[in-house]
C-alpha cells in the first residue's frame, strides 16, 4: 500500500493524469481529475479518477484511457435520481493501511482513496442495500466525516478477464464516437503524446 500512494508521484502515474487532463478537457464541460489508490481485497493499486464528464463523454474517455495503458476495465458512474446504485464518499484521517484493516472489519472488498492534505476522501460503489449498509459501518469504524451518497447507475466497460476481448470493446465504442474522439484517439499514439507529464516530473 505505501508503494501504490508512493507511485503518486511517479512518472507513470504523472503521464496518466496529464493524458487525462488533455483528453477530458477536450471532451468534457468541467472535468475534476484526482490521482487514487484504489484497495481490493487487501491489496493497493495506484489510479485516477475522473468527475465532471457527461454519461457518453465519460465511456469514452474511459475507453480512450483504457485502451491506451492495456486495462481490463474500466468503471463508469452515471449521477441520476433514478438509479440503483450509489456512490457514497467521506472524509477519513486515518493512514491507508488502517483503512484497508477496517475495510475488511466491515466485509467491503473494494474502494477508492483520493489522498488530500489533511485527510482522505474514500469512495465506495454500492449495488445494493446490503453493501450500502457495509458502507455506512466503515464509516462509522473509521469515524469519517461528510458523508454523501448520490444515486445513478454504473457501467464496467471492458473484460474482467481478458485485456484482448476488452480492447475490442474499446476500439467497438471508439468506432461509433464523434470525430473529434476518434482524432484523440490518434493523437494518443504522437511522440507530443508520450511526452506528456514530462516536465511535471
Known amino acids: 500500500m505505501s508503494c501504490a500512494a508512493g507511485s503518486l508521484n511517479s512518472f507513470e502515474e504523472l503521464h496518466f493524469l496529464a493524458a487525462t487532463h488533455y483528453l477530458a478537457e477536450r471532451l468534457c464541460s ?7 489508490v484504489g484497495l481490493w481485497k487487501g491489496q493497493a493499486e495506484n489510479s485516477g479518477m475522473i468527475d ?4 457518453d463523454q465519460a465511456r469514452e474517455l474511459g475507453a480512450l484511457l483504457a485502451k491506451y495503458y492495456h486495462q481490463k476495465a474500466a468503471l463508469v458512474f452515471d449521477r441520476n435520481a433514478t438509479g440503483k446504485t450509489s456512490l457514497i464518499s467521506f472524509h477519513a484521517t ?11 472489519r466491515a466485509t467491503i472488498n473494494g474502494a477508492t482513496v483520493i489522498p488530500q492534505v489533511h485527510d482522505s476522501l474514500i469512495v465506495i460503489i454500492a449495488t445494493d442495500p446490503d453493501q ?53 484517439d490518434k493523437e494518443m499514439y504522437s511522440e507530443k503524446f508520450n511526452d506528456l507529464g514530462m516536465q511535471a516530473h
Open 30 to 36: 468541467q472535468p475534476k481529475i484526482d490521482g487514487v
Open 52 to 55: 465532471g464528464c457527461g454519461n
Open 94 to 104: 486515518q493512514a491507508m493501511g488502517i483503512i484497508s484493516v477496517m475495510m475488511t
Open 132 to 184: 450500502r449498509a457495509r458502507a455506512r459501518r466503515l464509516y462509522s469504524l473509521l469515524h469519517g466525516h461528510g458523508l454523501r451518497e448520490e444515486p445513478g447507475s454504473t457501467e464496467l466497460i471492458g473484460d474482467r478477464d481478458d485485456r484482448g476481448k476488452a480492447r475490442a470493446i474499446y476500439a467497438e465504442i471508439l468506432s461509433h464516437a464523434p470525430a473529434e474522439v476518434q482524432q484523440l
